[in-house]
């Protein structure tokens, strides 16, 4: 399996950007559809995830600014980001998981500026 990220962006405080994440390979009709993110020096921390069954969550810190969408038929998942902070600056990672494993992608940079 593999997952590549694309919508690397630079963007000003309180603006927009969506990141998107397609997968191919063996790809089961059960998974969850992960965003990560990470800050040099500090740990991967979840951001939201979105299973096939549309069950959903969101880190305390991005709920009612971000949304996860993902397409089953074209194994995608995109995470819209609105209402940016500073603090919302780091590497996104998508994830997915199945019964065979835990598959990552590359990671994509996400600067907010002030």
């Known amino acids: 399996v593999q997952l590549v990220e694309s919508g690397v962006g630079l963007v000003q405080a309180v603006g927009s950007l969506r990141i998107s994440c397609v997968a191919s390979?063996?790809?089961?009709?059960?998974?969850?559809l992960r965003w990560y993110r990470q800050v040099p020096g500090k740990q991967l921390a979840l951001v939201a995830y979105?299973?096939?069954?549309?069950?959903?969550k969101y880190a305390d810190s991005v709920t009612d600014r971000f949304t996860i969408f993902r397409d089953n038929a074209k194994n995608t998942v995109d995470l819209q980001m609105n209402s940016l902070k500073p603090e919302d600056t780091a590497v996104y990672y998508c994830?997915?998981?199945?019964?065979?494993?835990?598959?990552w992608g590359q990671g994509t940079q996400v600067t907010v500026s002030s």
């Open positions: 994830s997915l998981r199945q019964t065979m494993g835990n598959y």
């Open positions: 390979g063996r790809i089961f009709s059960v998974n969850t």
């Open positions: 979105l299973t096939t069954s549309r069950a959903t």
